[in-house]
């Protein structure tokens, strides 16, 4: 039934789908399922995190450049992809939604909710997922477009299946089950921290471990563990597309991938919300609906 089944995850800028989800959506790629990534903006006003790249000519055309590590991603991915059409907000140190004013005029955050969830319920009405994926409430970390990108996702899955809204995109459709990524649990990185030091290599977690707030960790929140270790390297790929905003000797690559694979063989979610059956914990975005 593989074949029969849509996933689409919805995503702030481009590299975020190779950072989070990548490998479970390699899996299903692999395994018939039909995969789309909808990104809410071109990136134009991120920054270039590769000091290899970080050059006056990238600057100049990053909007372009970001828009073929995109092309370049979604190959090795294996996924469809499509642009929804708004402008990056760039990051604001601190950013609450109180703060929003203080965001550039054309930002994607500040754009009416009506009207920055219609191109994805669009997309939703003629894609016809299953299963939608993004980030949750504060979307994974204080990043206004992160934030937008929730927003409009928990949205656009409930206007996608009303007949009475945005009318002029067609036949409603109504996804059945909607995830938040929980990729960054304290369980994880400390696995992986001491992994790393029981094999006497140095662990790339060491100081943030240190200075985290473990407080505010999300990890009880999990409901949902895909197994998908074997396109740990895919996902990795996908990643280094991405060449002004990842450096491929940076610390994304230093956890080494049979490490990874042993001590944390998933990529983990949480089910916000779901209009089938299902019971908890799962190991398969689709479960209920196979």
């Not at 009405?125 to 996702?153: K, N």
């Not at 369980?187 to 407080?215: T, V």
């Amino acid at each position: 039934m593989s074949g029969d089944l849509r996933l689409m995850a919805v995503h702030a800028h481009p590299d975020d789908e190779s950072s989070k989800g990548a490998a479970t959506m390699a899996r299903y790629a692999r395994e018939g399922v039909e995969v789309m990534v909808a990104t809410c903006t071109g990136g134009e006003r991120g920054d270039v995190l590769n000091p290899k790249m970080d050059r006056p000519e990238v600057w100049r055309d990053l909007a372009e450049i970001r828009s073929k590590e995109m092309a370049a991603a979604r190959e090795i991915l294996g996924v469809q992809q499509s642009w929804l059409g708004f402008v990056d907000s760039g990051y604001l140190e601190g950013y609450t939604p109180a703060r929003v004013d203080e965001l550039p005029e054309d930002s994607f955050a500040r754009v009416p909710l009506e009207v920055a969830a219609a191109p994805l319920v669009r997309l939703i009405r003629e894609f016809r997922p299953q299963v939608v994926t993004t980030y949750d409430e504060q979307g994974g970390y204080p990043h206004a477009d992160h934030i937008m990108c929730h927003t409009i996702s928990a949205e656009a899955f409930d206007a996608a299946g009303d007949p009475n809204r945005y009318q002029e995109f067609g036949e409603p459709w109504q996804p059945s089950k909607l995830y938040y990524d929980m990729g960054f649990s304290k369980d994880r990185i400390m696995a992986q921290h001491e992994a790393m030091l029981a094999a006497g290599l140095e662990s790339p977690w060491a100081e943030a471990i240190e200075k985290w707030d473990w407080s505010r960790d999300k990890g009880g929140r999990v409901t949902t563990r895909v197994p998908c270790g074997e396109y740990f390297s895919i996902r990795d790929d996908a990643l280094r597309a991405h060449a002004t905003q990842v450096d491929p000797d940076g610390q994304w690559f230093r956890v080494p991938l049979d490490i990874q694979q042993k001590v944390w063989p998933t990529e983990d979610f949480e089910l916000a919300k779901s209009l089938v059956e299902t019971s908890l914990p799962e190991d398969d975005l689709f479960a209920g609906l196979r």
